[in-house]
C-alpha cells in the first residue's frame, strides 16, 4: 500500500540509515525562494560547492578566521557583522534556521503519506534525527515547541511521524515516547488538530474531530463571526480544514496505521466512541480551554445540523466557496501559500479534489520544500518559508544604528541586500482580492517573500526604512526603488490602523474579541482575530516618521494624524509598571525596546516623559548581576515577567538599545549589559545561540536565531554614536 514511502524511507538493506553526507547538502537560493538539495553524485558537489553559509547552517566548521579581539563598542559590532556577512545569500538576503514550533512535520509528513508521495530517503533520514535529536531526554515527549514540556499533541503527533519514516516501535526510544504518551492519556486527549490529522490518516475516526464546517463560508458578511473577520492564519487554516472535514476523507487501513490505532491509544479502538471524545484534552495541552459557548454551538452542530438540517446542496455549496477559496490563495502565492500549516492542507485538499496528476497538486509538491530546513541535528519544518525580508531589513537597519552603511567596507553586502528588497517588494494586488477577503498589498513587503505575497505591517514599514536609508546616500547606493513604489508602501500602511490607533500584523482588526470564545485549538491563545500590538505598531510609526522626511507633501496629513493616533495607543498600551506586553518576540524586553523607539520618534524621552521614565525603571529593576537581562518564554505564557536563569545575549541587547533610544542619561547600567555583550563574542565574532526568541499566540515558542547577530551589532553601535567608542573591556 505505502511502498514508496517505506522503500524510499529506508536504506538499502531495508535497515534505516542512521546519517546522511552532510558534504552533500546546499541550500539553493532563487530570488528568496529556499530548498536545501542533496547532491547525490560527486560532479554536482564539486559544480556547486559548500557555502560559508552552508556549513554554518549545518553545523560544520566555517574555518572563519579568528578576529582581533574588540575592546570597544563598535569594533566588536563590526567583528560580529564580519561574521554574519558570511552567511548572507547569493540573491542579498539572510535566512535562518525558523523552528521551534513541533506541530509542522506532523502535518508536511501525513499529507506525504496519504498521497503516497515518494519521501527522498535524505529527507526521511533527517526528519528521524531531527526528532530524535529534539525528543526530551527525561520523557521521550515533545511538546508544543521545542522548549516546552512535553503534550499528546506533540508526543502523539511527532511519533506518528517517526512510524511514517520506517522507525521500529519497539526502538528504545519509541518505547520511551508511547510511555509519555499513555501517561499523558494518548492521543484520545490531543487537541483538534491533533485529531484532525490522525482522522485524515485513518489512525481516528472522523467523529472525534469537532465540528470544522464550511458552511460558516456562507454566512452573510455582517455576521459577526463570519470567518472572513478572523486572523488570516486561522481562516487560511480553517478553509481548507474545513474542505477535508467535510468530505470526511481518510486514509484506507493499512498495516501500519492498524498498529498506529494500538500504539497511540490507551484502550483497544472498537471499544471507542469516538463521538464521546470530541472535547477530551489533556491538561499538559488545555492552554485555553473551549468555552461552553463553543461547546454548545460544537453540539448544535453534530446533533441538529449535520443530521437533520444541512442537506446535500448546502453541504456542495459549501465546498464549493471553501475550494474556490483555497484555489485563490494557491493563485494568489503561486502554491506557497500563507504558512506551514495551511501548505500541507491545502496540498491534500487539491489531491481530494482534483487527484494525484493534476496540476494544483502537484504545484504543491514542488513548493512544499521551501518550508523544510537542515540544521546539525536533522530537518525539520521552518514557521514560514523564511525569513527573507524582514531579516535583511532589520539588519539593514542595525548598520545604520552603527554608522556601517557609510563604510565602504560594508557597501557591496548592503548593495545586495537593497537589491533583495527591491525584487521582494509586492507589485500586485491579490486576484478576486475583495472576494477573497485580501488586504490590500501592492507596494507592501512580506514576512519572507513576495511569491507568499502576504502584506504585514510592520515587515513594509522596515522595508520601507530599510530600502529609504540606503536611497538617502546616493552617492554609495543606487536608487532602485522609484518614489512613486515608495508611495505605493505607504499607501498600504495607510490602510493598517485600527480605530484604537494601534497596528496589526496582516490586515486591521475585522471582528470582536468576543470571537476568542469561538477559539476551538486549545493550545494557542489570541488567535482568532487580529489585536494591536505595541511592536507592528512602533515599526509603522518610524516608517511613516522616516517617510515624512523623505517626502513631506505626500499624504501628509494623514499621516500625521494616523502617527498622532499610533503613538497615543502606544501609551495606552504601557501597563502601570512600565511595560508592554509583546506578542512576537519574548516578551516584555521585546515590547519595550519597540514602544521606546516610538516614543523616542515622538519626541518622548526620559528627560521629558514620565512613561518612558517608568518603562526604563521597569528595565533597570530587571537588570541582573552580571549586567544583562533575562526572561523566559513562560512570560509570554502568562503575562508577568518571569525570570530566566541565565541572562540572554539578544534580550540583552533590546534593553540597551531601549534605554538608548529612551536617552537614559546614566550610561553606567549600559556599559555594564554590553561588557557582558562583548564577552559572550566568540573570537570569529559570532554570538552563540542562547535560548529562543520569539513566539506566536502567546504559547508556541520560535526561533530567530539571526537575532543574536543584528541586535547586539545594532546595540553596540547606537551606544558607540551616543557615549563614544570608548574601549569597554
Ligand atoms: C510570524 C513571523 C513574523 C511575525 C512578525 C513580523 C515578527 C510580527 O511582528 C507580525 C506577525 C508575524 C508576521 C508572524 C505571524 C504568525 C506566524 C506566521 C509567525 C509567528 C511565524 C509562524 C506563525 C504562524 C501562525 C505559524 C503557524 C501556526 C498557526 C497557528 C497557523
Redesign the pocket.
Known sequence: TNGAVKDSARGKGGVAESKTDRTRWRLEDERGCQIWRYLESDEECEKWPQSVADKYFLGMDTSLPDLEPAKTPLHAAANGLSFFSQLQLPPGNWACDYGG?MF?LPGLVITWYVTETPIPSYYATEIKNYLFARAHSEDGGWGLHIEGESTVFGTAMNYTVLRLLGVDAEDARMRKARATLWRLGGALRGPHWAKFWLSVLGVLEWDVVNPVPPELWLLPEWVPIAPWRWWC??RQ?FTPMSYVYSRRWSYPLTDLTRQLRSELLTQPFESITFSKHRNDIAPTDNYHPKTWILRFIFWLVVTIWQPFLRTAAIKKKAEDKAWWLIEAEDENSDFANL????GPMNTLAAYIRCGPDSRPFREHLKTLPEFLWMNNEGMLMN??NGVQC?DTSLLIKACKAAGFCEDPQWTPMLTRALEFLEDQQIEAECRDQHTTYRQKRKGAWG?STKKQGYA?S??TSEGLKAVLTLQSLPKTYPILVSDARLQDAIDVILTMQNKSGGCA??EPTRGSELLEHLNA?EV?GR?MIEYD?P??TTSVITALHAFQKHAPTYRAAEIAAFKARAVEYIHRAQRPDGSWYGS?GICFTYAGFFALEALACAGETYENSESVRRACQFFLDHQMEDGGWGETYRSCETGVWCQHPKSQVVQTAWVVIALLEAEFPDPEPLKKALRLIMRRQQRNGEWLQEAIE?V??KS?M?SYPNYKFIFPIMALGMFAKRFGDEPLL
Do not use: K, Q, R
Open positions: 514550533p509542522l492564519h486561522m487554516v504558512g506551514p500549516v495551511n514557521g514560514t524582514w514576512f504585514v510592520d515587515c500584523s496582516y485549538a494557542f488567535i500590538y511592536e507592528c512576537w520569539g506566536f499566540n508556541c520560535i
